[in-house]
C-alpha cells in the first residue's frame, strides 16, 4: 500500500511539475507580447492615429501573465513570503507550516477555480462583452484566467503532497523500490518460501 501511494504521489508530483514549468516558461514571453502591443500604442499615438485595442489587449495580456505564470513561481518559491520566523525553522518544520499553508490556499484556489468557470461559462453562453469602445469578448481572457487558476490548484497540491513527505522526514523523489531477484522471483517473496 506505501508503495502504490509513492508512487502515485511521484506520478502526480512530476507530471504537475512538468506542465506548469513548460506553462510557466511559455508564460514568460507573455511580457514580450504586452511590451510589443505597447510599442504599438506608442508608434500609433506618435502617428495620430491610436488604437482603441491596445490598453485592454495589454491588460488582458498582463493578467494572463501572472495568473498562468502563477503556478511556475509557486513552484520555483518565488512568491513572496514572510520569512522573519520560517528561515530560523529546520526542514522540517517548515514543510509542516507550509504544508498547513497549503491545505488553506486549496480551499482558496478551489472557490477561485469555481468562481471562474462560473464566470467563462457564462461569458461563452451570453457572449459576454466588456463595455468599452472596443467592446472585446471576455470569454477568453476568464477561460485563460480559469484555467492559470487551476494549474496553481494542481502545483499547490502537488507541493502539498511533498511538503507532506517531507515533514515526515522522506524526500518523495527520492523513494525507490528496487527490488532483488532470486531466480526471477523478488527477494522479499522468496524468503516466504
Not at 526542514?91 to 468557470?117: E, H, N, P
Amino acid at each position: 500500500m506505501y508503495k502504490a501511494v509513492v508512487l502515485a504521489s511521484q506520478h502526480f508530483t512530476r507530471t504537475v511539475d512538468r506542465i506548469n514549468r513548460a506553462v510557466g516558461y511559455v508564460a514568460m514571453y507573455l511580457l514580450v507580447v504586452m511590451m510589443g502591443i505597447l510599442l504599438w500604442s506608442v508608434f500609433t499615438n506618435s502617428i495620430g492615429k491610436p488604437a482603441i485595442w491596445v490598453m485592454e489587449m495589454a491588460q488582458f495580456t498582463m493578467a494572463a501573465y501572472y495568473l498562468v505564470g502563477a503556478a511556475f513561481s509557486m513552484q520555483q518559491e518565488a512568491h513572496v513570503r514572510m520569512d522573519f520566523l520560517y528561515e530560523r525553522w529546520g526542514k522540517r518544520k517548515r514543510s509542516l507550516a507550509d504544508s498547513l499553508t497549503s491545505v488553506a490556499l486549496l480551499f482558496y484556489l478551489a472557490m477561485l477555480v469555481w468562481g471562474g468557470w462560473e464566470s467563462s461559462s457564462s461569458a461563452v453562453i451570453y457572449g459576454q462583452r466588456n463595455h468599452t469602445v472596443w467592446a472585446p469578448y471576455m470569454a477568453p481572457i476568464k477561460i485563460i484566467m480559469t484555467g492559470g487558476m487551476a494549474l496553481m490548484l494542481l502545483q499547490s497540491l502537488s507541493e502539498l503532497v511533498k511538503d507532506a513527505f517531507r515533514a515526515c522526514g522522506k524526500d518523495l523523489q527520492a523513494i525507490t523500490f528496487e527490488e532483488e531477484y532470486a531466480d526471477g522471483i523478488p527477494a522479499t517473496l522468496a524468503t516466504l518460501t
